[in-house]
Nanobody, 119 residues
Framework: VQLVESGGGLVQPGGSLRLSCVASGFTFSSYVLRWYRQSQGKERELVASIPGSGIATYVDDSVKGRFSVSRDNAKNTMSLQMNSLKPEDTAVYYC?????????????WGQGTQVTVSS
């Protein structure tokens, strides 16, 4: 099982980035996928989630209207489109995959990709 994030980098405030998470080694379409982020000195927080069907996505209030999550089950890929980025969005972003039947602390994690929003 492998989850690999990409697309992070340095961007100015107000800019955009698109993160991708490519998965392998499991039945991708059966898993609920989530994006988490963790900034220095803070706990990891949920940013967005998307069920296997791709319908009824969730984004946290802190990013609502700026971030959107999508998935392509044919390509085993999940994306996070991030617009109007703010310095407080700076964090390491992780993708996570979990079957609904797994315990809440179960599932698989990617290695993370750094997003830095700074002028």
């Amino acid at each position: 099982v492998q989850l690999v994030e990409s697309g992070g980098g340095l961007v100015q405030p107000g800019g955009s980035l698109r993160l991708s998470c490519v998965a392998s080694g499991f039945t991708f379409s059966s898993y609920v996928l989530r994006w988490y982020r963790q900034s220095q000195g803070k706990e990891r927080e949920l940013v967005a989630s998307i069920p296997g069907s791709g319908i009824a996505t969730y984004v946290d209030d802190s990013v609502k209207g700026r971030f959107s999550v999508s998935r392509d089950n044919a390509k085993n890929t999940m994306s996070l489109q991030m617009n109007s980025l703010k310095p407080e969005d700076t964090a390491v972003y992780y993708c996570h995959a979990r079957l609904p039947s797994m315990p809440s602390n179960g599932g698989y994690w990617g290695q993370g990709t750094q997003v830095t929003v700074s002028s």
